[in-house]
């Protein structure tokens, strides 16, 4: 499944085209949000990709920003120079920002090593953008299977401090106290 959010495309329509193929009429027109059609970005059989991953193009550069037109090489270089551009564009025009959350909730009722669990979970999520697999969280609490980490995070769970999506993966979220 890929990620939907509707904010992130209002945000593409008001930015400037970020594609820049040279295509006659370059600019003229409000951009649209650019979807990228490779498997790595999500695309699928009858769905998009991610809209994370959608960059800004006017209507003049998005007809002719396929493969067709400009190769596979062509096409991924394009899609990930245009990417980099928006990023920076995001960063600089302050339309997307950094928030800073509390690493560990506060809870009376939790082990020495629930809390090193959860202490984990919070600093790989400000660290790495995503959340953390039971691999990591094994890895990374020095567990030599990922089964104690997973018996940690269903404690966790139960007792209210994070929430999980079953059967996915890097689905954990804190839970704010």
């Not at 400009?70 to 920002?97: D, I």
């Not at 959860?118 to 990591?136: A, C, H, N, Q, V």
């Amino acid at each position: 499944m890929t990620h939907r959010d509707r904010k992130l495309l209002d945000v593409a329509h008001d930015a400037p085209c970020f594609l820049l193929l040279g295509a006659p009429g370059c600019g003229n027109h409000l951009s649209v949000p650019c979807h990228s059609d490779a498997l790595e970005h999500g695309r699928g059989a009858g769905h998009k990709s991610h809209d994370c991953l959608a960059v800004p193009g006017c209507p003049a550069c998005h007809s002719i920003f396929d493969r067709a037109h400009l190769g596979r090489e062509g096409y991924l270089h394009a899609h990930a120079q245009a990417l980099a551009r928006y990023t920076v564009w995001l960063w600089e025009t302050g339309r997307l920002k950094l928030i800073r959350r509390p690493v560990t909730p506060v809870m009376i009722d939790l082990s020495t090593s629930q809390r090193a669990c959860l202490d984990f979970i919070g600093k790989f999520i400000d660290k790495e953008g995503i959340s953390p697999t039971g691999r990591e969280i094994a890895d990374g609490l020095k567990f030599r299977s990922p089964n104690a980490a997973y018996e940690l995070l269903a404690a966790l769970e139960s007792k209210g401090a994070i929430t999980m999506k079953a059967g996915r993966s890097r689905s954990i979220r804190l839970v704010e106290a």
